[in-house]
């Protein structure tokens, strides 16, 4: 089913852009299809806002007292879900690698990443003297690797 999506996507979504409008009364929106498949999947969404870039739209939201960000394609295909979590929703193993690894690093946030190409991973932003450094866990705490 993913892969017959993935071939329909180029001409799916050329006639999504020419057929709808992605601005209403002056406020970025995204195409219906895409705002039906957000709603479909995130139904207690609040304070819904959207961007949108290279045929792209990113719906930024509240839910369950989460900031969440989902990047859709202009056909509707969900691409990934980012959740702002405290650091102690981030599994235990992950805080104390973070903590022995690098001790002299400032943790400056830290969130969950579900993707359709890259899987699930907690990311864990920490900074030292301006150098920023961004390390994924699994759900367990294991160390996935640093970008």
């Known amino acids: 089913m993913k892969k017959l999506a993935l071939l329909l996507i180029p001409l799916f979504a050329t006639v999504t852009l020419w057929a709808q409008d992605t601005t209403r009364g002056g406020k970025q929106v995204a195409p219906r299809i895409v705002e039906q498949k ?10 819904v806002d959207w961007k949108a870039k290279d045929n792209r739209f990113m719906a930024i939201f509240k839910m369950n007292g989460y900031r969440m960000k989902a990047l859709y394609t202009s056909a509707g295909l969900w ?27 400032t943790i ?16 864990v932003k920490i900074s030292k003297n301006g150098q920023n450094k961004y390390l994924k866990y699994d759900d367990k705490g294991n160390f996935l690797g640093a970008k």
Not at 42 to 47: D, L, R, T
């Open 79 to 105: 691409l990934y879900t980012d959740i702002d979590v405290p650091l102690e929703k981030v599994p235990r193993n992950a805080r104390l690698h973070c903590k022995n690894k690098f001790p002299d690093f």
């Open 108 to 123: 400056e946030g830290t969130g969950f990443h579900d993707s359709m190409n890259k899987g699930s991973f907690y990311l």
């Open 38 to 47: 957000f709603q479909s999947e995130f139904p207690k969404a609040i304070a």
